[in-house]
């Protein structure tokens, strides 16, 4: 025999009575009343005994030691038992395990308790035992039911994932956002796999058919999703060999510097119209093209810099003109302002045009107010000396000075009638004619 951690000999257990003869006496130790009487004795040869009630049964013999060595090994077998129901019992109050993982642990440490070669009260620790599977029996049933609904939620929460993956799948891949669906999928995917990992475990012919159902949804919007990319990418093949012929185009326009413009923008309109190539490739072939017209534009930019520089003279001349033809508003001599202002309008357009075109523009408005104030006077004057209109002038001056000699004679003739109506007719009509009279200049 070996030697235990207190070096005591391990004893050879006696057989005990068969399992339906201890049976027998646990029941009637259970029926019997308590005593005071210690629960294990050892006789001087080392036969160790635990009390059922009131029958003895032998647990085993401890030769090598004391009666009280061999009662105290046999009785630390008990404490271990003990031990094990006491964490069985925490363990269910606890409520972290499973009653049918700790109904079956429970079940065997019955078996192991029943005729066990230890010392203590075996029909108590039996009973106990017995509670407590009466207790795990009752929550293993409350436990199956919770493990149903939970697997029901799980089927209904995966049929669900499933229907949103058919859904994607059903839509008309030419009206699909792809960026914003494979995001969805994916979402759709790791909810999947987090219900799986995490969710209760689903029959396996349930599990495998909502499986089949999500693979096939997903495969085929994986295989929409290819093929809509293989179109994209053979359009956008195509748009790039139109860009690319467009920025060649525009690069071979710049030996025409400026003359080249009308010509880029036809490239411009044609640029817009020709689609898209990708990001990427929009974004280089795009450079390119700006960079051709940046070109002709700066050749535009540098030619009127020029023409602004060389402008600076014309434009103190022409000032100086304006400053000269200022007083020709207020020649009273109708003709001396008609000269001057030709002298004037001559050496203008001597001096040519000059740039910025907002400034000639500012110019020639003020010399044009100068010339609308000779204009005016002038058809003013034509109006006055205009031969046809000082005969219709003279002709309507007699119609009217022979109105009125006859009106006068019209009043005095009803002055001396004593007809104030008549009389008052002819003086009003009379006023009438002499002031249309003093309009004509009569």
């Given at each position: 025999?070996?030697?235990?951690?207190?070096?005591?000999p391990v004893p050879?257990?006696?057989?005990?009575?068969?399992?339906?003869?201890a049976?027998?006496?646990?029941a009637a130790?259970a029926?019997?009343?308590?005593?005071?009487?210690?629960w294990?004795?050892a006789?001087?040869?080392?036969?160790?005994?635990?009390?059922e009630?009131?029958?003895?049964?032998?647990?085993g013999?401890?030769?090598?030691?004391t009666?009280?060595?061999?009662?105290?090994?046999?009785?630390?077998?008990?404490?271990?038992l003990?031990?094990?129901?006491?964490?069985l019992e925490?363990?269910?109050r606890?409520?972290g395990a499973?009653?049918a993982?700790l109904?079956?642990t429970?079940?065997t440490?019955?078996?192991r308790?029943v005729?066990?070669?230890?010392v203590?009260?075996l029909?108590?620790l039996?009973?106990r035992?017995d509670?407590?599977l009466?207790g795990?029996?009752e929550?293993?049933v409350?436990?199956?039911?919770?493990?149903r609904?939970?697997?029901?939620?799980?089927?209904?929460?995966?049929?669900a994932?499933?229907e949103?993956v058919?859904?994607l799948?059903?839509r008309?891949?030419?009206?699909?956002q792809w960026?914003?669906?494979?995001?969805?999928l994916?979402?759709l995917f790791?909810q999947?796999?987090s219900?799986?990992?995490n969710g209760?475990?689903?029959p396996?012919?349930?599990?495998?058919?909502?499986w089949?159902?999500?693979?096939?949804?997903r495969a085929?919007?994986?295989r929409?999703?290819?093929?809509?990319?293989?179109?994209?990418?053979?359009?956008?093949?195509?748009v790039?060999?139109?860009k690319t012929?467009?920025?060649?185009?525009?690069?071979?326009?710049?030996p025409?510097g400026?003359?080249g413009?009308?010509a880029?923008?036809?490239?411009?309109?044609?640029?817009?119209?020709?689609g898209r190539?990708?990001k990427?490739?929009?974004?280089?072939?795009?450079?390119?093209?700006k960079?051709?017209?940046d070109?002709?534009y700066?050749a535009?930019v540098?030619?009127?810099?020029?023409?602004?520089?060389?402008?600076q003279?014309?434009?103190?001349a022409?000032r100086a003109?304006?400053?000269?033809a200022?007083?020709?508003?207020?020649?009273p001599?109708?003709?001396?302002?008609r000269?001057?202002?030709?002298?004037?309008?001559?050496?203008?357009d001597?001096?040519g045009?000059?740039?910025?075109?907002d400034?000639?523009?500012?110019?020639d408005?003020?010399?044009?107010?100068?010339?609308q104030?000779?204009?005016?006077?002038e058809?003013?004057?034509w109006?006055?000396n205009n031969p046809e209109?000082?005969a219709r002038?003279?002709?309507?001056?007699?119609?009217l000075?022979?109105?009125i000699?006859?009106?006068?004679?019209?009043l005095?003739?009803?002055?001396a009638?004593?007809?104030?109506?008549?009389?008052a007719?002819?003086?009003?009509?009379l006023?009438?004619?002499?002031?249309w009279?003093k309009?004509?200049?009569?």
């Open positions: 025999m070996t030697a235990d951690a207190e070096n005591i050879t257990p006696v057989p005990g009575p068969p399992p339906a003869a049976r027998a006496r646990l130790a029926d019997s009343p308590a005593d005071a009487e210690p294990g004795r006789d001087e040869n080392g036969v160790v005994s635990v009390r009630g009131a029958q003895w049964r032998v647990v013999e401890y030769p090598d030691g009666p009280a060595e061999a009662l105290a090994y046999f009785e630390r077998k008990f404490a271990d003990a031990g094990e129901v006491s964490l925490a363990r269910h606890g409520g499973s009653a993982d109904r079956a429970a079940t440490l019955r078996e308790v005729d066990a070669a230890a203590g009260d029909v108590g039996t009973a035992i509670t407590l009466g795990l029996e929550a293993a409350a436990e199956s039911a919770a493990a609904e939970a697997v029901d939620a799980a089927i209904a929460e995966r049929t994932l499933v949103r058919e859904a799948a059903a008309d891949p030419k009206s699909v960026k914003q669906t494979t995001t969805e994916n979402e790791a999947w796999q219900q799986q990992q209760p475990r689903l396996k012919s349930a599990a495998q058919r909502l089949k159902r999500f693979r096939d949804a085929t919007i994986d929409q999703r290819r093929e809509f990319y293989a179109e994209l990418d053979e359009a956008h093949k195509a790039r060999a139109r012929s467009l920025v060649e185009r525009a690069e071979a326009l710049a025409r400026e003359d413009i009308p880029y923008r036809d490239l411009l309109d044609a640029w817009k119209a020709a190539a990708g990427k490739a929009d974004d280089a072939l795009w450079a390119r093209f960079a051709a017209g070109a002709l700066g535009r540098e030619r009127e810099t020029a023409e602004i520089e060389a402008s003279e014309k434009i103190a022409k003109l304006l400053a000269e200022a007083p020709i508003v207020d020649e001599e109708l003709a001396k302002a000269t001057a202002l030709t002298g004037v309008q001559r050496r203008w001597e001096i045009r000059v740039f910025p075109r400034t000639e523009r500012s110019l408005d003020e010399l044009r107010k100068i010339e104030s000779v204009r005016a006077r058809d003013a004057d109006k006055r209109t000082k002038t003279n002709d309507m001056t007699r119609q000075t022979d109105a000699a006859k009106l006068e004679q019209e005095a003739d009803a002055e009638a004593g007809d104030a109506k008549a009389a007719a002819a003086s009003e009509a006023q009438a004619r002499k002031a009279l309009a004509v200049g009569g």
